[in-house]
Structure formats: structure tokens, C-alpha cells
T-cell receptor, first 116, second 111 residues
Framework: DAGVIQSPRHEVTEMGQEVTLRCKPISGHDYLFWYRQTMMRGLELLIYFNNNVPIDDSGMPEDRFSAKMPNASFSTLKIQPSEPRDSAVYFCASSLHTGTGKNIQYFGAGTRLSVL | GENVEQHPSTLSVQEGDSAVIKCTYSDSASNYFPWYKQELGKRPQLIIDIRSNVGEKKDQRIAVTLNKTAKHFSLHITETQPEDSAVYFC??????????FGAGTQVVVTP
């Protein structure tokens, strides 16, 4: 398996524009997570899905952020409108719930977002 | 919700010395404790983990210990090498597999 695939790897946009980040989880995994990483706030969980259903979106900072998972192999994180303070690295991760309590998350390479 | 505290935030060690990172957590239901390593510009990657029914686990030069009663766990790196330089994150997971990360420790190994 190629692992978790994110696109684009880098995104530079202007304030007010819509940004869409994409993620393809590892095939067969039933959990998908979106994180944001900044120097100031570290790694923050934004939202996660189980079997394509959003379970906890309490980490989504504002209504400008939305995430969808239309099927088991694809998810998007959208920011509309974007602001300079959204600049960060956004990671997607997936895991398989084994029932043993050991749920290893595998991270994608991340999308580095710069909002000017 | 779960709160994971990690110390120190930065750690500078001489090559060959040991490094220890400590974490505490608040949710007594936490049952799985993975450690992630993130090299500069790269993604976090799992390096070692421990489950709540185990007190210690070792994998070559790295080891983790867990004290469930005190709610703290630690990462130990022995005989550090320059390639150990990275940010290390402790984390806990609940039964849903949701990770709560510590703030990270920047480890710098100087030759």
C-alpha cells in the first residue's frame, strides 16, 4: 500500500480564497483523522471519521472549516474563506480499529498551507 | 477531555548519552500509549508503543515505561546518535482510537 496520500503537498493562496485539501486513507482503514500543526499550538486534532461518518468535530476552529468523507477512500478538508492565521501544515491520518485497543495511526506527508 | 503534558520541551544531549522524555495524562480510561517521532519537514511516525497491561517495553535503543497508577509514562533513548534528533510526541488513545498528543520534545543530539 502507498500509505496515506495527501494532496496538494504545498498550497499558497490569498486571503479570502477557498482552499480544499484532499486525503486518501490506507485501503481498509476505518478511521480517518485531520490534524493541524503549527509552532504555537502543536498538533491539533480537527475532526475524525469512523466508517465515513464524522464522530468528533470539536477541534474544528470555526465555521470556515468543513470536512467531508463521501466514501471510504477519500476525504476533504475545506477552508472558506481562508485567513493568514490558517497557515499551517495539515496532516491526514488513518487507522484500523482492531478491537485490541492498539490503534496505530499512519500519517500522510501533509499539506503545507500558506495564506497570504 | 484528556490532557497530556510532556516534558521537557527541548532536550540537548551529547552523542552517546541517554535521553528521557516524560509525560503525564489525566484520563484513567486511556489504554494505549504510542510515541511518535517527527523529523524536520516530515510526518509523525510511530516508533514504539505500550499498552496499559504492560509496564515496560524495549526495542533496541528505545524503551518506554508506564505507571498507570501515577498516570505517567516515559520514553528512554540510550546511546543517542545524530539521527535521533527530532521532535518526539507522546500520546494516549481512548477506546475510539482518538489520539491526544503531548506538546512535543525537540531532541538535539550533538556530536
Amino acid at each position: 500500500d502507498a500509505g496515506v496520500i495527501q494532496s496538494p503537498r504545498h498550497e499558497v493562496t490569498e486571503m479570502g480564497q477557498e482552499v480544499t485539501l484532499r486525503c486518501k486513507p490506507i485501503s481498509g482503514h476505518d478511521y480517518l483523522f485531520w490534524y493541524r500543526q503549527t509552532m504555537m499550538r502543536g498538533l491539533e486534532l480537527l475532526i475524525y471519521f469512523n466508517n465515513n461518518v464524522p464522530i468528533d468535530d470539536s477541534g474544528m476552529p470555526e465555521d470556515r472549516f468543513s470536512a467531508k468523507m463521501p466514501n471510504a477512500s477519500f476525504s476533504t478538508l475545506k477552508i472558506q474563506p481562508s485567513e493568514p492565521r490558517d497557515s499551517a501544515v495539515y496532516f491526514c491520518a488513518s487507522s484500523l480499529h482492531t478491537g485490541t485497543g492498539k490503534n496505530i495511526q499512519y500519517f500522510g506527508a501533509g499539506t503545507r498551507l500558506s495564506v497570504l | 477531555g484528556e490532557n497530556v503534558e510532556q516534558h521537557p520541551s527541548t532536550l540537548s544531549v551529547q552523542e552517546g548519552d541517554s535521553a528521557v522524555i516524560k509525560c503525564t495524562y489525566s484520563d484513567s480510561a486511556s489504554n494505549y500509549f504510542p510515541w511518535y517521532k517527527q523529523e524536520l519537514g516530515k510526518r509523525p511516525q510511530l516508533i514504539i508503543d505500550i499498552r496499559s497491561n504492560v509496564g515496560e517495553k524495549k526495542d533496541q535503543r528505545i524503551a518506554v515505561t508506564l505507571n498507570k497508577t501515577a498516570k505517567h509514562f516515559s520514553l528512554h533513548i540510550t546511546e543517542t546518535q545524530p539521527e535521533d534528533s527530532a521532535v518526539y510526541f507522546c500520546s494516549t488513545t481512548d477506546s475510539w482510537g482518538k489520539l491526544q498528543f503531548g506538546a512535543g520534545t525537540q531532541v538535539v543530539v550533538t556530536p
